[in-house]
């Protein structure tokens, strides 16, 4: 499902404008992006939680080249499922 289709179905489901969605969607995806930038975690229980998580420095490979290469520390974004998302995926059949 892409954006387009999610607002289309959001709106459908909520009695809400597409337009609104769409302006509710961009203002929830700028709240968590600013939120866990500043490394605090964002959690929708039972849905979805997001965090910002430290990799450290490690060793690896250049896939082209097969050249040995050093990866620096940097920042990754941690997306868990909640319980009730990850229930409704294991019983869809």
Sequence with gaps: MNR???????AGRSGLSQEQVDTVLTGLADAVTASV???N???LPGFVSFER?????RSGRNPQTGEAMEIPAQHAVKVSAGKAL???VREAR
């Design 41 to 43: 975690k964002v959690m």
């Design 86 to 88: 990850r229930v409704a």
């Design 53 to 57: 998580v430290e990799r450290s420095a």
């Design 37 to 39: 930038t500043q490394g």
């Design 4 to 10: 387009k289709q999610l607002v289309k179905d959001v």
